[in-house]
């Protein structure tokens, strides 16, 4: 069971240039989510989609898009990236999106310099 | 402004000890309350959740206490394990089953447990 996989696990990106953060799931999950870790800051929403086709802005959505073409994918790009983009990335989804339980991926470190 | 306060920021405790994680919410809309524990390299899994028509939520050695007029919850482990040292999260959201909710987290708290 596979669950959410993400790619990479981990980049190193020079100023500016634009990078894509995959997500898959295979759980047939409506709601999917695009969170930034930080150190003392904890887990803040970036972007996030309760069914496929729509998308929404979360707490930290500057400098981020993302899209649902289908239930399954949810890519993270950033246009041009910035150093204060350096956090690791974690996509998660869920059933509803009604108050129930987040299936994390393993997260992607992205380091932009 | 950090919706869901939490502390301590990191905790020490010795096998078989009890570790306790607080968090704090000022939002009184706020009507569900999960706890996450996150291992090293990998993503947050719920570990146990509470909605507040109840003070205490029990699932093995994981208790949520809830103080509601205080706007406090928080997370005890009992007989704590070296294999529960990880991160945990607390969050909260509102508004069940009224549409899509989002989920605000605290900011962690690293548990080592020590042999």
């Known amino acids: 069971i596979a669950g959410i996989t993400q790619a990479p696990t981990s980049q190193i990106l020079a100023a500016g240039r634009r990078m894509t953060l995959r997500c898959t799931q295979d759980m047939r999950h409506n709601a999917m989510y695009w969170y930034r870790q930080d150190l003392g800051l904890g887990l803040r929403l970036i972007h996030y989609?309760?069914?496929?086709?729509?998308?929404g802005k979360g707490e930290v959505p500057d400098g981020y898009s993302v899209s649902r073409a289908n239930t399954d994918d949810f890519p993270l790009t950033l246009a041009s990236a910035v150093p204060s983009q350096t956090s690791v990335y974690f996509c998660a989804s869920s059933e509803t999106g009604q108050n129930e339980k987040l299936f994390f991926g393993s997260g992607t470190q992205l380091s932009v310099l | 402004q950090q919706q869901v306060k939490q502390s301590p920021q990191s905790l020490i405790v010795q096998k078989g000890g009890i570790s306790i994680i607080n968090c704090a919410y000022e939002?009184?809309?706020?009507?569900?309350f999960p706890w996450y524990q996150q291992f090293p390299g990998k993503g947050p899994a719920l570990l146990i959740a509470?909605?507040?028509?109840?003070s205490e939520k029990k699932e093995g050695r994981f208790t949520i206490s809830f103080n509601k007029s205080a706007k406090q919850f928080s997370l005890h482990i009992m007989d704590s394990q070296p294999g529960d040292s990880a991160t945990y999260f607390c969050a909260a959201s509102r508004g069940a089953n009224t549409g899509f909710q989002k989920l605000v987290f605290g900011t962690g708290t690293r548990l080592l447990v020590s042999p």
């Open positions: 989609s309760n069914t496929a086709g729509t998308t």
């Open positions: 509470i909605r507040p028509d109840v």
């Open positions: 939002n009184t809309a706020f009507d569900y």
